[in-house]
């Protein structure tokens, strides 16, 4: 009986271990930043400048603007959990050919921004940045980007701010419910600093929204995008990849074919 109690209590020794681990070391599981020198130079087709936010003395958010010859408007685009610019920026060069603007920035702690990552922190940063586009565009011009993870910073900000449309890209309903069904034995709910409630906020958004997500999505499951889907108002529309997975959905015939009608 005893050498039970004593394996009972090496098991939940090792269970509250890993709770502890999983809250204090989330920020590893969740985010795999790419770190870039200050004087790191990028190497990009078309017109572009380097634009450097300095939130505080010890925040700085770094971003890249690409300008079209005749710009219609400016995608404002966050993207994934990984990487930094120096990648990133790639994206940008297919929306200026359709005579967008495009600012694209990294998160705290990628690339060459620094600071705390939070989802407050990235909320806080994305508004600082439209409000740096309210400068030069009409918010009607500006179109509001979410990749991956950048769907849930896009979905905070377009739910309090006026916008042409919004674009989610392999969006998750909820991060809560994704990263728990990853770690189904853990109370990760309650350990996880992190919500990014798509589904609760996109109902506030009163202009288009449109989801692409692809049927072997293997990092953010179908199922999330149909559920944002059921809640979804008339003007939006959602786009089935069949056989697209999470990092592949741009190179589809029909994802190009929708985003040139979107942005027409």
């Known amino acids: 009986m005893k050498m039970v109690l004593q394996f009972l209590y090496f098991i939940a020794g090792l269970y509250l271990l890993i709770c502890l681990l999983l809250y204090f070391f989330?920020?590893?599981?969740?985010?795999?930043?790419?770190?870039?020198?200050?004087?790191?130079?990028?190497?990009?087709?078309?017109?572009?400048?380097e634009k450097f936010f300095q939130v505080d003395n010890k925040t700085m958010v770094h971003a890249l603007y690409f300008f079209s010859k005749n710009p219609k408007g400016v995608i404002?685009?966050?993207?994934g959990n990984a990487g930094a610019l120096d990648d990133w920026g790639e994206v940008a060069d297919d929306f200026?050919?359709?005579?967008?603007?495009?600012?694209?920035?990294?998160?705290?702690?990628?690339?060459?921004?620094?600071?705390?990552?939070?989802?407050?922190?990235?909320?806080?940063d994305a508004q600082m940045l439209y409000d740096f586009l309210l400068e030069k565009y009409d918010p009607a011009q500006i179109v509001?980007?979410?990749?991956?993870?950048?769907?849930?910073?896009?979905?905070?900000?377009?739910?309090?701010?006026?916008?042409?449309?919004?674009?989610?890209?392999?969006?998750?309903?909820?991060?809560?419910?994704?990263a728990q069904s990853r770690f189904k034995v853990f109370p990760v709910k309650a350990l996880l600093k992190f919500?990014?409630?798509?589904k609760d906020k996109i109902g506030k958004v009163d202009y288009p929204i449109h989801i692409f997500h692809g049927t072997n999505d293997e990092v953010i499951p179908y199922n999330h995008a149909k559920e944002l889907q059921s809640v979804l108002k008339p003007a939006s529309t959602f786009t089935t990849i069949e056989f697209g997975s999470h990092n592949n959905i741009s190179t589809f015939q029909e994802y190009w074919t929708k985003i040139k009608a979107i942005l027409k």
């Open 26 to 49: 989330q920020d590893r599981l969740i985010f795999f930043p790419q770190k870039l020198a200050v004087d790191h130079t990028f190497h990009f087709d078309g017109d572009f400048e």
């Open 76 to 79: 404002l685009y966050f993207h």
């Open 96 to 124: 200026v050919k359709l005579d967008y603007d495009v600012l694209i920035s990294d998160f705290r702690g990628f690339g060459k921004s620094t600071g705390i990552m939070s989802e407050a922190n990235f909320n806080q």
């Open 144 to 178: 509001i980007y979410g990749r991956s993870l950048g769907t849930g910073v896009a979905v905070d900000l377009a739910a309090g701010n006026k916008a042409q449309q919004l674009i989610l890209e392999t969006p998750f309903a909820n991060f809560a419910d994704l």
């Open 195 to 198: 919500s990014f409630a798509n």
